[in-house]
């Protein structure tokens, strides 16, 4: 059965990476733009005192400017650093963009001494947005199919967004008994609550 399910997410992820890297670069542009300005619409991003982001890869949907605003905005931002032999990531706050620094597959995360993120014992109200290269309606993704999303999320309590273009969302994804679904998600065309039919 999982290796029914693992060839289901292959299949669906060489089809919307394919699709991705083929985007016109300008509309790219445009519908990475309008999900910023819906991320910066939401009140729980208003309200959240920490944001923690990721550093987009080539083709994913940049989202720097929700994190320019958010320190414009005096908010506390975070962006993660993963630990590939222990399968696991840690956010680590920064408070400029220029501390990101290219990790050995150039992917940008913050100093391996920057302040710790708690998703435990921090009391005060965060945001997580979530890249995904497709979702489900009920708030379920596909990454690139290491897990590192998924375990870090079963520790966090604040609201999760999921940031995905409006034509990458699926009736339903393949999915296993530790996937992990967000909150909300993300698009050029809106937001929509994941619980809503």
């Given at each position: 059965?999982?290796?029914?399910?693992?060839?289901?997410?292959?299949?669906?992820?060489?089809?919307?990476?394919?699709?991705?890297?083929?985007?016109?670069?300008?509309?790219k542009k445009r519908r990475d733009a309008a999900i910023c300005r819906a991320a910066l619409s939401l009140v729980s991003f208003r309200f959240?005192?920490?944001?923690?982001?990721?550093?987009?890869m080539k083709n994913e949907i940049d989202i720097y400017d929700v994190a320019r605003e958010a320190l414009n905005r005096g908010k506390r931002?975070?962006?993660?650093?993963?630990?590939?032999?222990?399968?696991?990531?840690?956010?680590?706050?920064?408070?400029?963009?220029?501390?990101?620094?290219?990790?050995?597959?150039?992917?940008?995360?913050?100093?391996?001494?920057?302040?710790?993120?708690?998703?435990?014992?921090?009391?005060?109200?965060?945001?997580?947005?979530?890249?995904?290269?497709?979702?489900?309606?009920?708030?379920?993704?596909?990454?690139?199919?290491?897990?590192?999303?998924?375990?870090?999320?079963?520790?966090?309590?604040?609201?999760?967004?999921?940031?995905?273009?409006?034509?990458?969302?699926?009736?339903?994804?393949?999915?296993?008994?530790?996937?992990?679904?967000?909150?909300?998600?993300?698009?050029?065309?809106?937001?929509?609550?994941?619980?809503?039919?």
């Amino acid at each position: 059965m999982m290796n029914i399910i693992r060839k289901q997410k292959d299949d669906i992820r060489a089809e919307y990476s394919a699709r991705r890297a083929a985007m016109d670069p300008e509309e790219k542009k445009r519908r990475d733009a309008a999900i910023c300005r819906a991320a910066l619409s939401l009140v729980s991003f208003r309200f959240a005192e920490y944001v923690l982001l990721y550093a987009a890869m080539k083709n994913e949907i940049d989202i720097y400017d929700v994190a320019r605003e958010a320190l414009n905005r005096g908010k506390r931002i975070a962006f993660p650093r993963c630990d590939t032999a222990a399968h696991s990531m840690e956010y680590h706050t920064v408070g400029s963009l220029d501390e990101l620094t290219p990790d050995a597959y150039g992917i940008l995360e913050p100093p391996a001494d920057a302040p710790v993120y708690d998703p435990i014992n921090e009391k005060r109200s965060a945001v997580c947005f979530v890249p995904g290269l497709v979702y489900d309606r009920a708030g379920y993704r596909l990454g690139y199919g290491k897990g590192f999303y998924d375990r870090y999320l079963s520790h966090f309590s604040g609201c999760t967004l999921g940031v995905v273009y409006s034509d990458y969302i699926l009736p339903t994804v393949p999915r296993g008994r530790f996937d992990v679904s967000v909150d909300i998600l993300l698009t050029e065309k809106g937001v929509k609550v994941t619980g809503e039919n």
